[in-house]
């Protein structure tokens, strides 16, 4: 195990010069930098835009990089895919604003950006184990 990650580190930092991933696509470090902070961006971005829908192509376009970049780029940096980190955030807020002013599921579903109680729900218990009805009890 030891070694495995040895080997990882090795390909990821190569003379603190370039950045090497598993798939062999070599970049210099400032272009690492570079898109780190892109990424950033793009979560900042996500966090503050959490109540609407917005897609993959909203948030590449808002940091300048085609969409199979940003996704690519954000997989690697974050380890989970945008769509993931969006569904995760949301369903963070959904929970924060239930605790904090006592709405219904339903209102936080649409405050979500949520069209449709029954996803909102299905995504719930994908997230928490249980259906908003019975979360917390």
Not at 29 to 40: A, F, G, I, R, V
Request: hydrophobic share 35%; aromatic share 16%; glycine share 2%.
């Amino acid at each position: 195990m030891e070694n495995e990650i040895a080997v990882y580190d090795a390909y990821h930092y190569l003379n603190d010069k370039l950045f090497v991933d598993l798939e062999g696509i070599v970049a210099k470090y400032s272009t690492q930098k570079e898109m780190h902070e892109k990424m950033e961006v793009a979560k900042k971005f996500i966090h503050q835009n959490w109540d609407k829908s917005v897609s993959i192509k909203d948030i590449s376009s808002h940091i300048a990089l085609c969409e199979s970049r940003f996704f690519y780029f954000f997989k690697l940096f974050y380890a989970c895919s945008p769509h993931e980190y969006i569904t995760s955030y949301k369903m963070q807020k959904a929970v924060e604003l239930q605790k904090e002013l006592g709405l219904s599921w339903t209102e936080i579903a649409e405050m979500c950006a949520y069209t449709d109680i029954s996803a909102f729900s299905r995504q719930f218990k994908k997230s928490y184990g249980v259906s908003p009805k019975y979360f917390g009890k």
